[in-house]
Antibody, heavy 124, light 108 residues
Framework: QVQLQESGPGLVKPSETLSLTCTVSGGSISSYYWSWIRQPPGKGLEWIGY???????NYNPSLKSRVTISVDTSKNQFSLKLSSVTAADTAVYYC??????????????????WGKGTTVTVSS | DIQMTQSPSSLSASVGDRVTITCRAS??????LNWYQQKPGKAPKLLIY???SLQSGVPSRFSGSGSGTDFTLTISSLQPEDFATYYC??????????FGPGTKVDIK
């Protein structure tokens, strides 16, 4: 079965760029959308953005100016870069697969496989 | 932007209780509503998609209903492993996803 694993530095300095990678195992990265979600300590979930295996992307408008998501199909990986970070970006970062299901004539999207998450702290 | 709210924000219940959590969207989202369960220190887990479709492997005591702006997640008989935080998430405005603030279910 498909498994996702986040990796990257656990500590990032303010104003620098946060970089994380999600490795997909047990299946191909092709034919799916792939997403990043984060959760600040003690708070709820915030969707960051997603990428299609072909490379097309969509981002949360509140983060769009600072976010880049990319994909490397040869490595079965996709990545997140978040620039100019502050303490408010301290969170657990999750990667997830976005499934697309057709019911009747409609298409539904949901995140059906998640990584375990990685904690990123922004501090000098 | 579509805003999601959930009620209550927390509840206390006993094993065997019937539990109902409500999610409301700021505008109609048809049936584009998903539910997730998150336990402390763990990643969220998909329970329900398209408002009422049970994800494979999820116990049948979980059910979802609703359409338009008002949705409900019901646990028919609460089990010890169900104590967790539950989030709704809309996908109507795909490619933009929005989560609700969560409902924490703990032991009475």
């Amino acid at each position: 079965q498909v498994q996702l694993q986040e990796s990257g530095p656990g500590l990032v300095k303010p104003s620098e760029t946060l970089s994380l990678t999600c490795t997909v195992s047990g299946g191909s990265i092709s034919s799916y959308y792939w997403s990043w979600i984060r959760q600040p300590p003690g708070k709820g979930l915030e969707w960051i953005g997603y990428i299609y295996y072909s490379g097309s992307t969509n981002y949360n408008p509140s983060l769009k100016s600072r976010v880049t998501i990319s994909v490397d199909t040869s490595k079965n990986q996709f990545s997140l870069k978040l620039s100019s970070v502050t303490a408010a970006d301290t969170a657990v970062y999750y990667c997830a697969r976005v499934a697309k299901q057709q019911l009747l004539i409609y298409y539904y999207y949901y995140m059906d496989v998640w990584g375990k998450g990685t904690t990123v702290t922004v501090s000098s | 932007d579509i805003q999601m709210t959930q009620s209550p924000s927390s509840l206390s219940a006993s094993v065997g209780d019937r539990v109902t959590i409500t999610c409301r969207a700021s505008q109609s989202i048809s049936s584009y509503l998903n539910w997730y369960q998150q336990k402390p220190g763990k990643a969220p887990k998909l329970l329900i998609y398209a408002a009422s479709s049970l994800q494979s492997g999820v116990p049948s005591r979980f059910s979802g209903s609703g359409s338009g702006t008002d949705f409900t997640l019901t646990i028919s008989s609460l089990q010890p492993e169900d104590f967790a935080t539950y989030y709704c998430q809309q996908s109507y405005s795909t490619p933009i996803f929005t989560f609700g603030p969560g409902t924490k279910v703990d032991i009475k």
